[in-house]
């Protein structure tokens, strides 16, 4: 696969080479902190990602001296035009910040239910939304200097954007409740000792490119049996070991190759890599004419 033209974005660079997507998260002079804008890119490239089905593996890292401060402060400023406005005036209103809590949680679970596997190369400051970002992934790795903070709790708000959803499935409970009760920082080596990193490195360098050789060797797979990996894997998460071994019946019925294992096994043999068929690209219900 020839290298797609890097698409630039105000918050975001993102390049795919080889059937690796690399997002970049690139405003370091903001900190890359996320107001609107940061949303309304990260929805439109992950559908672009998913939708296509080139991608094999996405890794997300970041510039400048934090992964992510978290959410811009004034992006609830109800003064700001284009700005998530919370209104706690009247009932109605504070009904319409479920909504509006629903429509910015979709982005970050659009992390979670894409095609393809997403890896965090983390560095610096990791830190309320970004903590949201990062448990959404499904593998992280860690420069050193690297620490995670649940920052909400700091600035007078509970976390509402998946961190004390996730949190707990990836970590020890009561190490979840003392960072969302304190807003304590969690360094990058007791991250790696309760399990919310896969590995720590001494650089951000390294943890990059420790994130894009895993992408590499993901994407030497068979997309179809990543796919169904993932599926799995999350569905497991969720429910009991019965249901779960159903869900794998049903699941291997509907994606099982004969020709990719024969391909895969051949490979493994002769020490070759074999080729594999893209997934489908998805063509949107509202796209078609």
Same mark, same amino acid.
């Given at each position: 696969?020839?290298?797609?033209?890097?698409?630039?974005?105000?918050?975001?660079?993102?390049?795919?080479?080889?059937?690796?997507?690399?997002? #970049?998260?690139?405003?370091?002079?903001?900190?890359?902190?996320?107001?609107?804008?940061?949303?309304?890119?990260?929805?439109?490239?992950?559908?672009?990602?998913?939708?296509?089905?080139?991608?094999?593996?996405? #890794?997300?890292?970041?510039?400048?001296?934090?992964?992510?401060?978290? !959410?811009?402060?004034?992006?609830?400023?109800?003064?700001?035009?284009?700005? /998530?406005?919370?209104?706690?005036?009247?009932?109605?209103?504070?009904?319409?910040?479920? %909504?509006?809590?629903?429509?910015?949680?979709s982005t970050f679970n659009l992390l979670e239910d894409l095609r393809i596997p997403v890896i965090a190369a983390v560095h610096g400051g990791c830190i309320g939304g970004a903590v949201d970002l990062l448990t959404a992934c499904c593998l992280r790795y860690a420069s050193a200097d690297a620490f995670f903070c649940i920052q909400e709790i700091n600035?007078? !708000? #509970?976390?509402?954007?998946?961190?004390?959803?996730?949190?707990?499935?990836?970590?020890?409970?009561?190490?979840?409740?003392?960072?969302?009760?304190?807003?304590?920082?969690?360094?990058?080596?007791?991250?790696?000792?309760?399990?919310?990193?896969?590995?720590?490195? %001494?650089?951000?360098?390294?943890?990059?490119?420790?994130?894009?050789?895993?992408?590499?060797?993901? =994407?030497?797979?068979?997309?179809?049996?990543?796919?169904?990996?993932?599926?799995?894997?999350?569905? =497991?998460?969720?429910?009991?070991?019965?249901?779960?071994?159903?869900?794998?019946?049903?699941?291997?019925?509907?994606?099982?190759?004969?020709?990719?294992?024969?391909?895969? /096994?051949?490979?493994?043999?002769?020490?070759?890599?074999?080729?594999?068929?893209?997934? =489908?690209?998805?063509?949107?219900?509202?796209?078609?004419?």
């Open positions: 696969m020839n290298p797609e033209p890097s698409r630039s974005m105000q918050h975001f660079t993102l390049d795919e080479k080889d059937h690796i997507a690399h997002l #970049v998260l690139n405003r370091p002079d903001q900190l890359n902190t996320m107001g609107p804008s940061f949303w309304r890119e990260l929805d439109a490239v992950l559908r672009q990602l998913n939708r296509e089905g080139t991608a094999r593996a996405l #890794v997300i890292s970041s510039t400048g001296k934090h992964f992510c401060a978290g !959410m811009a402060l004034d992006t609830f400023d109800t003064q700001k035009e284009g700005n /998530v406005g919370l209104n706690d005036q009247t009932p109605e209103g504070r009904a319409a910040v479920f %909504d509006s809590l629903l429509d910015i949680q600035i007078g !708000m #509970v976390a509402d954007l998946g961190t004390l959803q996730r949190l707990p499935k990836l970590m020890p409970l009561a190490l979840v409740k003392e960072l969302a009760y304190t807003g304590r920082r969690l360094p990058a080596a007791r991250a790696f000792a309760h399990g919310l990193v896969n590995e720590v490195f %001494d650089s951000q360098e390294q943890a990059l490119a420790a994130a894009l050789a895993c992408a590499h060797e993901i =994407a030497s797979k068979p997309p179809v049996a990543i796919w169904g990996t993932k599926q799995a894997i999350h569905y =497991a998460r969720d429910h009991s070991v019965e249901d779960s071994l159903k869900q794998m019946g049903w699941m291997q019925g509907a994606i099982w190759s004969n020709a990719h294992v024969a391909s895969a /096994v051949k490979g493994f043999q002769t020490k070759t890599q074999p080729a594999f068929p893209d997934l =489908a690209r998805l063509h949107p219900f509202n796209e078609r004419g």
